[in-house]
């Protein structure tokens, strides 16, 4: 079968680099009843991993703390040309290391935020009245492609417009 993501593979080093870049993952874990809890969260990058913060309340944190799996989508592009993602499967590990944490505030501040940011102080205030942890995500498959390296071959032209849309003229 061929996908996206065997003509135009996102691996390795450019892998880690798009997920530097990006801000968002879709991300799915499963409740304890067996249904799907689906969120969107920010995350960061640090040394090829992956970071998620989670306050208390979160589900995801709750269903990481329970080992099961999770899954999640880093995508952009509006048309085909610019369409590019990567799916990741795996699980979730707390991170427990106090000075890694800070670490990671760091790096959420510096991704998300800037000096004098109107909602950064909110944001992390917020974070320890809430019970902020980071998670690891311990990736098993990461799965990318990324439409942006296509090249397309100079081919004829032949477009079938509505009759009140008009073209260029094709000689």
Do not use: C
């Amino acid at each position: 079968m061929v996908t996206a993501s065997v003509t135009n593979p996102l691996r390795g080093d450019k892998a880690w680099a798009y997920l530097e870049r990006q801000k968002t993952i879709r991300l799915a874990s499963l409740n304890e009843d067996g249904s799907i809890y689906l969120s969107p969260t920010w995350y960061v990058v640090e040394d090829q991993k992956m970071y998620l913060p989670f306050d208390a309340a979160s589900r995801h944190g709750d269903n990481a703390l329970s080992n099961r799996k999770i899954a999640g989508l880093v995508d952009a592009g509006d048309e085909f040309v610019t369409v590019s993602g990567l799916r990741i499967m795996g699980h979730l590990e707390q991170v427990t290391d106090d000075a890694h944490y800070g670490r990671l505030q760091d790096l959420m501040f510096h991704k998300y935020f800037h000096v004098g940011h109107p909602y950064a102080e909110q944001y992390f205030e917020f974070g320890d009245f809430a019970g902020r942890r980071y998670f690891h995500f311990v990736i098993d498959k990461m799965i990318g492609w990324d439409m942006r390296e296509t090249t397309m071959p100079a081919l004829p032209e032949f477009r079938q417009l509505p009759a009140h849309a008009t073209d260029r003229i094709l000689g």
